[in-house]
T-cell receptor, first 110, second 112 residues
Framework: GIQVEQSPPDLILQEGANSTLRCNFSDSVNNLQWFHQNPWGQLINLFY???GTKQNGRLSATTVATERYSLLYISSSQTTDSGVYFC????????????FGKGTLLTVNP | ETGVTQTPRHLVMGMTNKKSLKCEQH?????MYWYKQSAKKPLELMFVYSLEERVENNSVPSRFSPECPNSSHLFLHLHTLQPEDSALYLCASSQGASGGYTFGSGTRLTVV
């Protein structure tokens, strides 16, 4: 199966700062997704982005499929952005196994 | 209700107990999943059901038994669990393998 690596593993920001989270894949992937897990465990789907760029408010994501990476941008961070950010993808075919990275733990301080 | 609903939110059970986790999706999706999230580990896929048929069983011990009676409901039956099975169990659904996933809020399980 594919390998998913996320960086950095931990990130501490002051409120209002911008940040970039990175996700690298060992092989070409379909179904690239970014998730945010809040402190209560809820996983929220942020983006479904197999390629290209999408924006949703202060968040945007870019996937360069040919170079096997994806970036998540957080601008003007807020304390509610704290939590763990996961990227995940799968290599296609009949295998439904979505492989997750280990996540980036983001802490936004007031 | 909308989205994916999991019950209970928290569960404490002894090693000799039998309990079940329930998941219900209101999105019209045709695939449902059980994931396990332990401390300091990536999310681990346990089971996948597509069109009510199990398509993935990721080497999960037999003390975990899934059931998918229809495309909207998914259960995880638990029996004779071990303390190391304590974790957050997450249910998800998608439309096909390539669709975006929607997760439930999870069941935080503690085995004592």
């Amino acid at each position: 199966g594919i390998q998913v690596e996320q960086s950095p593993p931990d990130l501490i920001l002051q409120e209002g700062a911008n940040s970039t989270l990175r996700c690298n894949f060992s092989d070409s992937v379909n179904n690239l997704q970014w998730f945010h897990q809040n402190p209560w465990g809820q996983l929220i789907n942020l983006f479904y982005i197999p390629s290209g760029t999408k924006q949703n408010g202060r968040l945007s994501a870019t996937t360069v499929a040919t170079e096997r990476y994806s970036l998540l941008y957080i601008s003007s961070s807020q304390t509610t952005d704290s939590g763990v950010y996961f990227c995940a993808g799968y290599s296609g075919g009949s295998n439904y196994k979505l492989t997750f990275g280990k996540g980036t733990l983001l802490t936004v301080n007031p | 209700e909308t989205g994916v609903t999991q019950t209970p939110r928290h569960l404490v059970m002894g090693m000799t107990n039998k309990k079940s986790l329930k998941c219900e999706q209101h999105l019209g999706h045709n695939a449902m999943y059980w994931y396990k999230q332990s401390a300091k580990k990536p999310l681990e896929l346990m089971f996948v059901y597509s069109l009510e048929e199990r398509v993935e069983n990721n080497s999960v011990p037999s003390r975990f038994s899934p059931e998918c009676p229809n495309s909207s409901h998914l259960f995880l039956h638990l029996h004779t669990l071990q303390p190391e099975d304590s974790a957050l169990y997450l249910c998800a659904s998608s439309q096909g393998a390539s669709g975006g996933y929607t997760f439930g809020s999870g069941t935080r399980l503690t085995v004592v």
